[in-house]
């Protein structure tokens, strides 16, 4: 069952609801069919139309305990399970846990942080859903490629890794200087460098000089269809156009981890 089922069968339990309202997908599941052909609801016509009634409440409150076990708020996985029994019934906003790692002091969340010290101890400093603050961002996609990025940048960057994908409202709360995208160089690695750039007009996707060699002879075969966001289809910015096609003609994409290994 899903988040929809859930609003239907509960707004079905406060009483009469017109057939044509309620969600073709609904009508054509088997719960749906059971229930009539049980008489628990019962189809009835009215003038032009049709509307839907419990006619059996002790069977249909049966009915919503087996499908719907609980009323939990949110759309956590546990909640989803208790409410749905199915962890992911209803698409959850990304989290928003953020890895830093660099030699800088930054400002998190209004408090002056050593990043050094953090990152000479612990390896990283992590926050959550933080209000940051700093010179130079470097924004990078996979975890191996943070925790080795140094190899690749100099040492004025402060190094950001977010654990699920960066949306608008998490770059709202990012004030930097100067900002570099590091991401997989395929559509969805596109798309988040231009949602980057969108908040920070000034950011650059980084880009191996020789990029096109590298591709040619490190991409792989793509584990699943990608499709071009309106973001990524309207870039007019040169380096985008040319990553853009490389992978649609060829269907395979480079993974940043290369760059490790290869300069």
């Known amino acids: 069952m899903k988040e929809i089922d859930f609003k239907y069968y509960q707004e079905q339990k406060e009483g009469e609801i017109s057939f044509s ?37 002790p069977a249909y409150e049966k009915f919503l305990k087996t499908h719907f076990p609980e009323e939990v708020a949110g759309n956590s996985r546990a909640a989803n399970i208790s409410k749905l029994r199915n962890s992911k019934a209803v698409k959850r906003t990304g989290s928003n846990i ?19 010290e953090f990152t000479r101890l612990y390896g ?39 654990y699920g994908r960066v949306g608008i409202e998490f770059l709202k709360k990012l004030k930097a200087n100067e900002v570099i995208v590091f991401s997989d160089y395929d559509l969805i690695g596109l798309d988040e460098y231009l949602k980057v ?11 191996p000089d020789n990029f096109s060699g590298l591709f040619e ?37 480079l993974e940043q981890e290369i760059l490790l290994l290869v300069k």
């Open 21 to 57: 309202k309620i969600p073709t997908g609904i009508i054509k599941s088997s719960a749906f069919r059971n229930l009539t052909e049980a008489n628990i609801l019962h189809i009835t016509k009215t003038g032009r139309g049709k509307t839907v009634k419990v006619i059996n409440p």
């Open 217 to 253: 002879k490190y991409s792989a075969p793509l584990r699943e269809k990608q499709l071009a966001t309106i973001r990524v289809k309207k870039s007019s910015e040169p380096i985008v156009i040319q990553i853009r096609e490389i992978v649609l003609r060829s269907n395979r994409f």
């Open 197 to 207: 750039k969108e908040c920070f007009p000034g950011a650059i996707l980084h880009v």
């Open 124 to 162: 990283l400093f992590s926050a959550y859903n933080p209000e940051l603050t700093l010179d130079k961002l470097c924004i990078i996609e996979n975890l191996e490629t943070f925790l080795n990025a140094d190899k690749i940048f100099n040492h004025s960057y402060t190094f950001l890794h977010k």
């Open 98 to 116: 953020s890895f830093l790692r660099g030699t800088e002091k930054i400002s998190v969340n209004g408090h002056e942080v050593d990043l050094a």
